[in-house]
């Protein structure tokens, strides 16, 4: 009971999926999905110019054209996925474009990159943000880093399991405090300067000319090209708005279009401001310090009033809010991350329990894991960020590589249908062209530094997909041919459907859709008890998962589709000369439906035994339970507890070429 209390404080009370307002309350409008989507793409401005700065060393001439180079890719990219957002409106980004357009086995590619991305996400975010806040502190608070990193994952998954909007209200005055802050810095140091641009110009020729005497045009080239893509994270959010469209406000696509333009204007003027400011302010690496605070402190350092430090507050605050928006940032992995893992395991690539939602209809399994993930990566890299900068980097641009590759081939495969397909093409040619350069210099630059490691843990996971996949299939064979079998009995008898007796001996048997499952699950009843039941009731909860998450329209049509198979089993029950009748239930959680359900089934029908079915396998393996519910045995403990009869009725599943019985 307290620790019934305890979870409800934290995470919330249970919500009503039966109110059809809630999917209007828990979806984001624009500006909060740009809080909480774009966050990802707009913190990488504390990562992702500092990275590629640095590459430039000494010839930091290149600035400008760095900046203007990122700003471009930035709008390239924006828009692309912006056009994918019209094709694919009910989301799932990388994954749905690749599973769609290339196919499965790219899909589960795109889709093993992205979770390890969204990992990564939350990593890179955290131990970025906790890099801006020890740069203001003594050194050997630093030796605190891995534990300050995962109390704040801790905190931010608590928020999570609360639900998307909680978490996303709560951290919303950080992103606004951010903004401000670099507002002041960016247009502030580049207004600073604009009086002295003849001489900043000056000093960028002479620059320019010298490194054409020693480098030459190729080396200059080569140079410029490194740094480009070692700023590869800059890039690494954008996607986040194409995964997240299920959780936005209607009409979806014009909300998430929205969302995409507010990240690319913010990323761009942040990213390439901030380049900007590093440029005129001559910053330079400095040890235990970010470019970024290296910036603050020459741009506000020396800022007074009176003897009021207000430059060391502004440098400390605009600092702060970098390290709270990267924990911001964060969300990007808790959102995205479980609803990648939702559509693989709709897809059988991942067990299918990453589609169940908790009562609070957040995706709680998947935040569980990418939260432990997440933790174990930090505490594997031990918080470096530029180690997990070079790691992130490279599956992101696989994934983007992907999603263009699979709109440039639907263009070419449509061209027929679409007389203006090359003006659609286009934009998918050069971010195609932008992102494959990108992904081919970090793998070729980054692998010996740590690329290695990406690359070795997503065929790892790839390979785990395809296993799991194998299985489910090996099992939906056998399930197929027990459909063959038992789906079309002929009919026994053609007599009126008899009124059920509640005082006569009644089995319930929970079923799910209608097909050999359930059939032979009634048939075996029969068999093991024969002329003891006159009555049956059918029982059935339609489970709202991730798939069913859309809005209230599509769970009435799952309820409708549900009840048509419960109709179908009290007809095939009354064919057979049975009195029948069902039961249906709708819920996140199929257990505690289901009791409910059975025990009002109970108050009715005093002389009620209980049924459900078991997939019982030729040679039972550790994983097995993992892949598949316990829910029969579950069902079972819960109801005998309750006082009433229940039985676990066995269905075989040969794992060589016989069939069910």
């Known amino acids: 009971m307290i620790a019934a209390r305890f979870k409800r404080a934290i995470i919330g009370a249970p919500r009503d999926i039966k109110d059809p307002s809630v999917f209007h309350r828990i979806s984001l409008i624009a500006f909060l999905a740009w809080v909480g989507l774009g966050a990802d793409g707009l913190s990488s401005s504390a990562y992702g110019p500092d990275e590629s700065f640095r590459a430039l060393g000494t010839h930091t001439y290149l600035a400008i054209g760095l900046a203007l180079a990122t700003a471009f890719t930035i709008f390239i990219i924006s828009y692309a996925y912006s056009r994918i957002i019209e094709h694919f409106p009910f989301g799932g980004g990388g994954y749905v474009v690749a599973s769609k357009l290339l196919g499965p086995k790219y899909g589960v590619v795109s889709g093993a990159a992205l979770l390890v991305d969204y990992v990564l996400t939350i990593s890179v975010s955290i131990a970025s943000g906790a890099d801006q806040v020890f740069s203001v502190l003594p050194q050997h608070f630093v030796s605190y880093k891995i534990i300050v990193v995962t109390l704040t994952i801790v905190v931010l998954m608590l928020l999570n399991l609360r639900g998307v909007k909680e978490s996303v209200k709560i951290l919303m005055p950080i992103f606004l405090l951010f903004l401000i802050t670099h507002v002041v810095l960016i247009f502030g140091g580049i207004g600073f300067h604009l009086t002295e641009a003849s ?29 480009y893509s070692m700023g590869a994270g800059t890039y690494t959010g954008i996607e986040a708005v194409s995964n997240g469209i ?8 014009d909300t998430a279009r929205r969302t995409m333009f507010y990240m690319a204007i913010s990323l761009a003027l942040t990213a390439g401001g901030i380049m900007l400011c590093y440029l005129f302010f001559h910053v330079t690496p400095e040890s235990g310090k970010t470019m970024n605070a290296v910036l603050l402190e020459r741009f506000a350092g020396g800022w007074s009033l009176g003897s009021f430090p207000v ?41 299918h329990r990453f589609t169940s939602l908790s009562d609070r209809l957040t ?30 980097s490279i599956n992101v641009f696989l994934t983007f590589s992907l999603s263009e590759m699979g709109m440039v081939r639907y263009w070419i495969r449509n061209r027929q249908k679409y007389p203006d397909w090359p003006k659609h093409i286009i934009i998918h040619l050069i971010g195609l062209l932008l992102c494959l350069s990108i992904l081919t210099i970090s793998l070729v630059e980054k692998f010996t530094e740590g690329g290695w490691v990406t690359l070795v843990v997503t065929l790892a996971l790839i ?24 789906s079309n009995i002929p009919p026994v008898t053609t007599e009126a459907p008899k009124k059920t007796d509640p005082r006569a001996q009644t089995a319930v048997l929970f079923v799910k859709e209608y097909g050999g499952l359930g059939i032979h ?67 996140t959680e199929v257990l505690v439906e289901a009791e409910r359900i059975c025990t009002e089934v109970a108050k009715e029908y005093p002389r009620s035994i209980f049924f459900a079915a078991k997939l ?39 794992e060589s070429q016989t069939a069910v019985s």
Request: with cysteine; hydrophobic share 50%.
């Open 311 to 351: 430059g060391n507050i502004f440098v400390v605050v605009t600092l702060g809010a970098e390290a709270a928006l990267l924990f911001v940032a964060a969300q990007a992995g808790f959102i995205d991350g479980p609803r990648v893992m939702s559509n693989m395991a709709m897809d059988s690539w991942l067990p």
């Open 463 to 486: 390979g785990l997909c395809i296993v799991i996949k194998r299985h489910y299939d090996n099992v939906n064979l056998h399930l197929k041919r027990l459909d063959d079998i038992l």
């Open 199 to 227: 001489h900043v110009a000056a000093e960028m020729k002479q620059g320019f000319n010298s490194g054409l005497s020693t480098l030459g045009a190729a080396g200059m080239f080569a140079l410029f090209i490194r740094a």
């Open 616 to 654: 019982v396998f030729q040679k039972e393996r550790w994983y097995q339970p993992l892949l598949h519910n316990e829910t029969a045995y579950a069902f079972q403990s819960r109801l005998q507890f309750a006082g009433l009869n229940s039985m676990v009725l066995p269905v075989r599943v040969f």
């Open 246 to 253: 299920q959780i936005m406000r209607e009409p979806k696509v």
């Open 521 to 587: 699950s009634f048939l075996s009843i029969q068999r093991l008890f024969p002329n003891h039941f006159k009555n049956y009731i059918f029982v059935s909860v339609n489970v709202v998962d991730a798939g069913s998450l859309k809005g209230a329209a599509d769970l009435d049509q799952a309820i409708d589709e549900t009840e048509g198979s419960l109709k179908k089993y009290v007809s095939l029950a009354n064919q057979m000369g049975f009195a029948a009748d069902f039961r249906l239930g709708v819920g």
């Open 363 to 392: 995706m709680q399994n998947g935040v569980f894991l990418i939260s432990g993930a997440s933790i174990l990566t930090l505490v594997f890299t031990k918080g470096h960020t530029s180690t997990l900068v070079l790691m992130y």
